[in-house]
């Protein structure tokens, strides 16, 4: 091979060569900077067109995602289209947060329970008051069970549309009751005794996880807040962590550590840790989410979703949350938005919906999906959806309005280190709750 | 020298060429066009690296000057921040467990590394599938062992709590326990990096001319001055060099303490990195976050300075 000759052919004078590496260069920064579609700018006078960017987490089964790319990229509205992109929910918050601040952000999105609230704090969020408005008129407003949509209601107006339910509801597994000889309770006592006659049959009537990741544990301790009628914030949305209730529900806690209810490795425990305890028969008992027989993988019927338990004023209740879906500013027709979103919430419900295909691991908010042959199925669900539903309340409690504070109290420090003080029973509840007050103070000033 | 002669020099001293074809020819702007075009050919890379490297900088510096989120910069408030983080005990305390996990890190990885280094020199049948297996904690991506550890060490039906209650130990708990857990996030980091340590140390060994510990034998020193004083003293660059690397790395480990502990139990094993991500991420609070990342930063290039300082007074003679 003549490797001189080849090289004498293509010498490259160094004009040309600067010249050529210039264009290289300048090309994708221009094209950086070009506008990535259409918009309604382009369009302006005639229908909207471009690509309406759709973003979702990784909801339930695998299916669902497949599900949902297939329908959206499907989706058209004259001449604006749907693109769909799953967000991993390891770094949820990061991808939207960078996205939206470099302007590359969805214009419809599903998301973490107060997303919605964050964004329209940094004026990204398109408000939903038109589209309720819509929905009002088409007869979906009236489909959703009561005081699901509310507290999405700000001072500017709907940052969201709930489209399910993710409760927190209490378990147990009927075999080691059974064994322990005591009935399902139905009240903080009777729990209680269960919890210690469990105990001596090395079972755990408190299960729960408080370590890396694991946000059961300190769901569960504000379920009991609730339950005793309860919360972390006043009604007007003040940190109210030492209200008597509070203090009173954390001493229950305090209570059942001491009995040997709670399992002294949970403060360190992972969900799959938890889920795990429920798998092989450690867990007795215990606050965690409404699909806890697929994620135990309890096929013989074993594990029950037991009835609200009575606090020792009466009271019921336990955490919830609503999934929603919300819209952006940076969209390519705020209408096109509103009719997608509309389209999108119909595939969860009918028949042949998402819900009916029991694909989304959640709950519905919807009256007509709750009372599909499919969900009703489900006895736990099912019980779920008619003891729980009514008594859940949000984590504004005893507030009813959420807002965008909220996302730094439940996934934030002070939460967890004040489940992990709890569990571990060595320190008294209203020390503890101090110091929540305090930790939450600190973020949201 | 004639003027022709000292024209040329003269030339020559300011660029311009000899035997040029014209007196505007010369070497300032066959110079210049070369530096020109050098410097053409290299402005993509350092475009791309002052884009990549300097506006994150530069943007933080002005995240942890305001009480703005992510998105939005919020207001100034000079070193607001910073204050905030200093006054936090909890940053204190992170602090002084970075300190604990990055000494313990450091030299506990390094004695094991350079004890296996040692025995590798020896001649072994299969040294170099005992080499191979050695590395595989480095080698394992550390989602993955740090899960095959939280397997081992989560529950009390977890197989070394098993093995601790067998032996007469009663139920230890490795992560619940605010002290053990502090003992096993440290051990499982230098589980994960002595075989780096073991490499650094071995390629150093390698290095040592056989000759000197003859020579030392023929001295009469034993084998602890030989080891003292020979061994140590030789590969004293390369040991500083990888006390370097790895108290950077330690410093820098945010997945073995996430991962095993997400630094509880009620902040017990919280180190600066980890506490800088959950005061961004998990409270939104980017300002105060940002400032104590910038502060381990500091801390982590003063003790590189410091250790820099150090090899060069390492005698490698």
């Not at chain 2, 904690?137 to 993955?144: D, F, G, K």
Request: glycine share 10%.
């Amino acid at each position: 091979m003549n490797t001189a000759d080849t090289s004498s052919r293509i010498t490259l004078p160094r004009r040309s060569f600067l010249a050529f590496a210039g264009a290289s260069t300048l090309v994708p920064i221009l094209a950086a900077c070009a506008s990535d579609g259409e918009g309604p700018q382009a369009s302006s006078g005639k229908l909207p067109t471009g690509v309406l960017k759709y973003w979702d987490s990784i909801l339930g089964t695998g299916e669902y995602n497949t599900l949902s790319k297939t329908l959206i990229e499907g989706w058209k509205d004259g001449g604006l289209t749907a693109e769909y992109q799953i967000i991993p929910a390891a770094n949820l918050f990061q991808t939207f947060q960078a996205s939206i601040a470099a302007g590359k952000g969805p214009a419809v999105s599903g998301g973490y329970a107060f997303q919605a609230f964050q964004f329209a704090n940094e004026g990204a969020i398109a408000y939903a008051d038109h589209l309720i408005e819509t929905m009002k008129k088409n007869g979906m407003y009236d489909d959703y069970v009561a005081g699901v949509t509310e507290p999405f209601k700000t001072s500017k107006g709907y940052v969201a549309v709930p489209w399910g339910m993710d409760i927190r509801p209490m378990w147990y597994r009927k075999s080691l009751l059974d064994k322990a000889g005591v009935d399902v309770p139905t009240d903080w006592d009777s729990f209680l005794a269960a919890g210690k006659a469990l105990a001596k049959i090395g079972a755990y009537g408190w299960a729960t996880a408080a370590g890396t990741g694991a946000s059961y544990g300190g769901h569960a301790l504000v379920s009991l807040m609730i339950n005793n009628g309860g919360g972390l914030f006043d009604e007007h949305g003040k940190p109210d962590c030492l209200y008597a209730r509070n203090v009173e529900a954390m001493d229950f806690v305090r209570e059942m550590v001491g009995a040997g209810m709670v399992d002294p490795a949970s403060v360190s425990y992972s969900t799959d840790n938890l889920y795990d305890q429920w798998k092989n028969g450690q867990a007795a008992m215990g606050i965690v989410n409404a699909t806890l027989t697929s994620e135990a993988g309890d096929t013989e019927d074993d594990l029950a979703v037991m009835s609200p338990l009575a606090g020792p004023h009466g009271d019921k209740g336990t955490l919830e949350y609503l999934k929603n879906f919300m819209m952006y500013t940076d969209t390519p027709s705020q209408q096109g938005s509103e009719d997608f979103m509309i389209w999108w919430l119909k595939q969860f419900q009918g028949t042949d919906g998402f819900f009916a295909k029991g694909v989304t691991g959640s709950l519905p908010v919807n009256k007509s999906v709750i009372a599909l042959p499919q969900v009703q199925a489900d006895k736990n669900v099912a019980k779920v959806l008619k003891e729980w539903g009514p008594v859940g309340k949000g984590y504004a409690a005893r507030g009813t309005t959420l807002f965008a504070g909220l996302a730094s109290v439940d996934a934030g420090t002070a939460i967890n280190q004040f489940t992990q003080t709890m569990l571990q029973g060595k320190t008294d509840s209203k020390s503890a709750l101090k110091t929540l007050q305090s930790g939450i103070e600190s973020v949201l000033s | 020298m004639t003027a022709t002669g000292a024209r040329a020099i003269g030339r020559a001293v300011h660029g311009v060429g000899v035997g040029g074809r014209s007196e505007r020819s010369p070497r300032p702007r066959r110079f210049g066009g070369r530096a020109l075009t050098l410097a053409l050919l290299v402005a993509p890379s350092v475009f791309l690296v002052v884009v990549i490297h300097g506006y994150p900088l530069v943007y933080a510096v002005v995240q942890a000057l305001h009480d703005g989120s992510l998105v939005a910069l919020g207001d100034f408030v000079g070193l607001q921040n910073f204050v905030t983080a200093l006054e936090n005990p909890v940053f204190w305390h992170a602090a002084l467990f970075t300190l604990v996990f990055t000494v313990t890190g450091v030299f506990g990885s390094w004695a094991i590394g350079l004890g296996l280094a040692l025995l590798l020199r020896k001649r072994v049948h299969v040294r170099s599938v005992f080499r191979t297996l050695l590395l595989l904690p480095w080698i394992v991506p550390i989602v993955v062992s740090s899960t095959a550890w939280n397997w081992l060490v989560a529950t009390p039906a977890s197989p070394v709590p098993l093995l601790a209650r067998d032996l007469g130990l009663g139920s230890v708990l490795f992560l619940a326990d605010p002290t053990l857990a502090q003992v096993t996030v440290c051990v499982f980091k230098v589980w994960v990096s002595f075989p780096f340590m073991m490499l650094m140390a071995g390629a150093a060994l390698a290095s040592i001319d056989t000759n000197v510990y003859e020579a030392a034998r023929v001295d009469g020193a034993n084998g602890r001055q030989i080891f003292f004083q020979v061994t140590l003293p030789l590969i004293a660059r390369s040991t500083y060099i990888s006390w370097i690397l790895m108290t950077i790395f330690c410093i820098n480990d945010f997945p073995t303490i996430f991962l095993l502990t997400g630094g509880g139990p009620v902040n017990a094993t919280n180190t600066l990195v980890v506490l800088a991500y959950q005061t961004v991420f998990a409270n939104f609070q980017t300002g105060p976050g940002v400032a104590i990342a910038f502060m381990m930063t500091l801390v982590a290039v003063l003790i590189s300075v410091a250790l820099f300082r150090q090899i060069r007074r390492a005698d490698v003679s």
